[in-house]
């Protein structure tokens, strides 16, 4: 990959003003089908996602707001919702949503809140996605604890998830032992989970099923490619990646932490096969899971290690695992032979990483795909930068400035990138802002 970086610097469009609250894409999916819609919360600095109580959406030409969801009683300590994303196909948005019972005593955690999904055309009318059981016996279908991240699949029949567990963390706190272990988790358009007869206020009916598919443990044994943890994932391709045999599989990239041979923890890229049934229960228990182990992934799912920097001098991968719109790579952030950040990609089907950019100095992340060619684009110096891998080109877009761009979002259409930036105001208030630019 050429290490020359050009420039062809687009006109930077602020798309919101207001700076009574921040304007959060939250490194999600944003843009509405027809690209005329961006959705973001509006948590503050201080409060985050369990004081914030409200969903928008804007329109890129008009900057006209609408409120797609409210929480008119919430507090400091919840319900709060946040993180919203856009399907793909339908007017549909996801997103965090606490649970009602909120106070001081048993606030908004990660491990109680569950994903809500809006209908554009029905604003504020909640449809709970993922069920929710923690009293046992637990039910199949149903997690014990909170999601988020959530990330619909192009075809908007699948909802991934990063997900932690309240049953686990309530067995942390007795045993004094980590067993609340971030993993990640999908949810299938088919099988409702309805309580009729509520057990008590954390228990919540979903309209999808849902199961977990990466196996955490908590101590891993060093030099194995077991993980205590994964995160930093997100779907492969529009329907997959392409297996040797010609046929397609379903799966999720995501950074996964192993215990190199001193014991160390260190981050991985992984890959999980994610079967098309995820109602039949695995080898290594019940979907459900049980008072002292987690929920265990169905039959079929498989996960498998692709890099192995354990064993080098300069460890570890970063960021979210991001994929070519046809799962062909891979993308993630590691360190290069002098000790810089730089962006690598590797193939679902594993093999030897390939390093796609040269900088002096850190990537700073932020790594988004185009959505119909091999070309990716990432921060670096404050500035977007874009790396056509067919050409070898690799192009400054936006000018560097004093506040970084994040939470970068590509367009259906390829023609626009949408990312947040901080703005300030006055000395005393600096809101984080959306712009946009053309291509």
């Known amino acids: 990959m050429n290490s020359i970086i050009g420039e062809d610097f687009r006109e930077e469009q602020q798309i919101s003003n207001d700076f009574h609250y921040h304007h959060d894409l939250d490194n999600n999916d944003n843009f509405s089908p027809d690209d005329q819609w961006l959705v973001y919360d509006t948590r503050t600095t201080d409060g985050g996602i369990g004081a914030n109580a409200t969903i928008e959406k804007i329109h890129i030409e008009t900057g006209e707001k609408i409120v797609l969801y409210h929480l008119s009683q919430n507090t400091a300590y919840g319900p709060g919702v946040g993180a919203a994303s856009y399907a793909h196909k339908h007017n549909k948005v996801i997103f965090i949503h606490g649970l009602f019972n909120c106070n001081e005593k048993t606030p908004y955690e990660q491990w109680r809140r569950t994903g809500v999904i809006i209908k554009d055309n029905q604003p504020g009318t909640p449809i709970f996605m993922d069920a929710r059981d923690t009293s046992p016996p637990f039910t199949a279908g149903a997690l014990r604890g909170g ?35 971030r993993t990640i988790g999908v949810s299938k358009r088919y099988t409702p989970i309805s309580f009729t007869n509520t057990k008590n206020d954390e228990q919540v009916s979903g309209e999808w099923f849902s199961v977990l598919v990466a196996q955490v443990m908590v101590s891993p044994r060093p ?23 010609g046929t397609w599989q379903i799966a999720r990239g995501f950074i996964g932490t192993v215990k190199n041979k001193e014991g160390k923890d260190i981050d991985e890229v992984f890959v999980v096969n994610i079967p098309e049934d995820i109602h039949l229960p695995g080898d290594n228990g019940p979907l459900e899971g049980t008072e002292t182990t987690m929920p265990s992934p169905p039959k079929g799912a498989h996960q498998q290690r692709l890099t192995f920097t354990a064993t080098t001098e300069f460890p570890g991968c970063q960021g979210i695992v991001r994929s070519a719109f046809d799962g062909s790579m891979l993308s993630y952030i590691a360190f290069d032979k002098n000790n810089i950040k730089q962006v690598f990609t590797i193939s679902p089907l594993g093999g030897a990483p390939v390093q796609r950019t040269f900088h002096a100095s850190h990537v700073q992340g932020s790594i988004r795909w185009h959505p119909k060619e091999y070309r990716f684009c990432y921060v670096w110096q404050n500035a977007i930068i874009s790396v056509h891998i067919e050409e070898n080109e690799t192009v400054m877009l936006t000018q560097p400035g ?12 390829g023609r626009k990138i949408a990312y947040n930036k901080i703005v300030a105001h006055n000395a005393s208030i600096a809101v984080k802002q959306i712009f946009i630019i053309h291509l």
């Open 223 to 245: 030099g194995s490619d077991e993980i205590s943890k994964a995160a930093g994932d997100s779907w492969i391709g529009e329907s997959g990646y392409k297996k040797p045999d």
């Open 147 to 181: 999601t988020h991240r959530h990330e619909w699949s192009r075809d908007d029949q699948w909802i991934g998830f990063t997900y932690n567990d309240a049953v686990m963390k309530e067995l942390e706190g007795q045993t004094g032992i980590h067993h609340n272990l």
């Open 402 to 413: 004093e506040y970084p761009p994040t939470n970068l979002v590509w367009s259906h259409d």
